[in-house]
């Protein structure tokens, strides 16, 4: 494998390619009875670091008072202009087989990307709530992981030795997974 695929530019390129030539292959083994089709979904990853919880210093409210009033006056300063949080927008792509009379989804290919692999909420803890979804959907899972970087998916026990790893995750053989 190309160690520079895990480099955004070069990842954005390789799954789009990569998703479409396993759906091309697939398509003629599989139809009429089911489609295969690439879903894309929008993930944020944001920079934790800057990130944090913003208290106001002043709270102007309103409530009844039975007697007396209160009047507060505030000096005003010009305004500023300030960046957002900086975050990194990465399309996800994945693969879903369904059945084309009822659209009930067969099974779902994951190929998970730096994104999924990093640290934090944003990261490989919100993998892991979608991954517990599609465990519990009923359809099959299979998870490749092609970068040699970042976090492995906790499993119930060692990974066998390896840089790139295939889970698969066949519905009638939970909570057991091919590795």
């Known amino acids: 494998m190309d160690p520079f695929l895990e480099l955004p530019p070069y990842w954005s390129d390789f799954t789009p390619k990569f998703l479409t030539a396993i759906s091309n292959s697939l398509l003629s083994s599989l139809m009429p009875k089911y489609e295969v089709r690439i879903e894309e979904y929008l993930v944020l990853q944001h920079d934790e670091q800057r990130l944090h919880r913003l208290r106001p210093d002043v709270v102007i409210s309103s409530h009844d008072r039975e007697r007396g009033s209160l009047a507060v006056a505030v000096e005003t300063s010009a305004s500023t202009e ?73 499993m119930q026990g060692p990974l066998p030795p390896g840089d790139y790893f295939a889970y698969i995750g066949r519905k009638d053989r939970r909570p057991r997974c091919q590795v």
């Open 82 to 154: 300030l960046d957002y949080p900086e975050f990194d927008p990465m399309t996800q792509r994945r693969l879903v087989l369904a059945h084309r009379a009822t659209g009930r989804v067969i099974t779902v290919m994951e190929i998970l990307s730096p994104v999924n692999k990093s640290p934090g909420e944003d990261g490989i803890a919100a993998y892991e709530r979608k991954r517990e979804e599609l465990l519990t959907s009923g359809c099959h899972l299979i998870e490749m992981d092609l970068l040699r970087g970042g976090q492995r998916l906790p």
